[in-house]
């Protein structure tokens, strides 16, 4: 019998794209195959996000476009997951008749039967504000979409409420995962060939589980043989302290790159925000970071035109920006989520001056990300090989310690390995460089 085949469209974050992975785990050891043509596919999945419109609008069209795949072949799943049905379920069970399969944040990983389910439409979305479901995710093998780099979902859940955020309406109560269940998790995954684990959580440095806390993750994770790197993701400027700095600087496999996002300089908007620090407490965190851990890299995301946003608060994340020097960073135009106290805000700032502040936030961004990557003109970094460049085939890319994009000549003995690389050409997103000797395992 031909295998049912399964095509899975993701948007969102990286803890989306993590349970995107466990879905397409569970569907293959259940003798589905994965297909990128979503024409030839038995069974669609589509994985939403909910954070600003704009996903969330795209995920809309993409569902809507499937309505005349499934009318040429009416056999043909469909299945809506994630964050936009965990609000949204009525709506798109009414909306769209095509729509078979409905599953919230809590419950995607009960896709196989849902899909096997004989009723239509099925759907099952959890309430998010029960504190414990979703402990219940069980261990699941996923399917990696790069065989060296793998996620590791530490911690699920908001409890934090910033004014402007749906992510603890959808995403429910923040919750830690037990630590025995991660370390397994990753001792399978080495074994599977898995270099480099990135520890999810939407505030990864709250991590708790029975007092066991990141720093104490980090160095569980670190010891465990095959892997190479660990990294952690997102950092919350309140939670992120110096016991996180040290575990960065003393554990040699713990990346010197941070993802701490300030969302804005000015602190009468962090104050509309409910972020919880100010732009003084936010700059002190970074500048001790850069005096313990020399070379590290710095990433924000930033929301521009929040509402009671003036030129002046602007000016504030322009200044902060100055001072701090991003490696990467992510500006988004504030969008008004249904359900968050920032909902009840006026919309005040224009949308072309949102576009406006956008610009020249990210010009600023754009020219620092290019004066930090001259730094390393020249210089040799270590770089672990993902595999063929998307866009040519006559190349190779990876990534440095420092989360940089890295070019190379196309080698394939080289793939998966740590390797030396010179840099030689820098632009403000990657750089270009020449191998120079193979890593014979890793001196530390
Ligand atoms: N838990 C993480 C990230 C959450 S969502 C944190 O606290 O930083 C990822 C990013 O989306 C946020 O950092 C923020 O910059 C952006 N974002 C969230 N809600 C938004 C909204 N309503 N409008 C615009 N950007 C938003
Ligand atoms: Fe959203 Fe704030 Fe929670 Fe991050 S900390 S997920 S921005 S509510
Ligand atoms: Fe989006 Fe849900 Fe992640 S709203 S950012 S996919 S937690």
Redesign the pocket.
């Known amino acids: 019998m031909m295998k049912r085949k399964f095509f899975l469209k993701t948007f969102g974050?990286q803890m989306n794209v993590n349970d995107s992975e466990k879905m397409a785990g569970i569907l293959a050891s259940a003798g589905y195959e994965k297909t990128d043509n979503l024409e030839e596919a038995d069974v669609v999945i589509v994985n939403t996000c909910s954070?600003?419109a704009k996903p969330d609008n795209k995920a809309y069209s993409f569902i809507g476009e499937l309505k005349r795949l499934k009318k040429q072949k009416p056999e043909l799943v469909v299945a809506v997951t994630g964050c936009v049905p965990q609000r949204d379920w009525k709506f798109i069970l009414k909306r769209y008749s095509h729509v078979d399969v409905v599953l919230g944040t809590f419950n995607f990983y009960k896709i196989l039967d849902f899909l096997e389910s004989p009723s239509k439409p099925s759907v099952e979305i959890l309430d998010t504000f029960l504190e414990n479901e979703g402990e219940i995710i069980p261990s699941i093998e996923p399917l990696l979409t790069n065989p060296f780099v793998a996620y590791i979902t530490v911690q699920r859940g908001?409890n934090?409420f910033?004014t402007?955020?749906?992510?603890p309406y959808v995403r429910g109560r923040e919750r830690s995962v037990p630590p025995e269940n991660i370390i397994d998790e990753v001792r399978r995954l080495a074994e599977k060939g898995v270099k480099e684990v990135h520890l999810l959580g939407?505030?990864v440095d709250f991590y708790n589980y029975g007092g066991v806390k990141l720093p104490d993750l980090l160095y569980m994770v670190s010891q465990i043989s095959g892997i190479e790197r660990v990294r952690f993701t997102?950092s919350?400027p309140s939670g992120f302290d110096i016991s996180i700095i040290k575990a960065i600087k003393e554990i040699p496999k713990v990346c010197e790159y941070v993802h701490l996002?300030p969302?804005s300089g000015s602190n009468k908007i962090l104050e509309r925000m409910s972020r919880g620090y100010t732009r003084e407490e936010y700059i002190e965190k970074v500048m001790m970071l850069k005096d313990e851990v020399p070379g590290v890299a710095l990433s924000g995301?930033?929301?521009v035109g929040f509402p009671g946003e003036t030129v002046e608060d602007f000016e504030q994340t322009l200044s902060l920006v100055e001072t701090c020097i991003f490696d990467q960073a992510?500006v988004?135009?504030?969008?008004?989520?249904p359900l968050?106290k920032a909902f009840s805000f006026k919309d005040d700032v224009s949308k072309k001056e949102k576009n406006r502040r956008l610009m020249e936030l990210n010009d600023l961004l754009r020219k620092q990300a290019e004066e930090k990557n001259r730094l390393l003109l020249g210089s040799i970094q270590e770089v672990l090989v993902e595999g063929l460049s998307p866009s040519s085939s006559e190349k190779m890319i990876g990534r440095t310690r420092n989360n940089k994009i890295v070019i190379i000549d196309r080698n394939d003995s080289l793939e998966g390995k740590l390797i030396n690389v010179k840099i030689e050409e820098i632009t403000p997103f990657y750089m270009r460089g020449k191998v120079i000797k193979q890593l014979a395992g890793v001196e530390r």
């Open positions: 974050c954070v600003r908001c934090r910033c402007y955020c749906i992510v939407q505030n997102t919350h996002p969302q995301d930033f929301i992510f988004f135009e504030y969008s008004p989520r968050t």
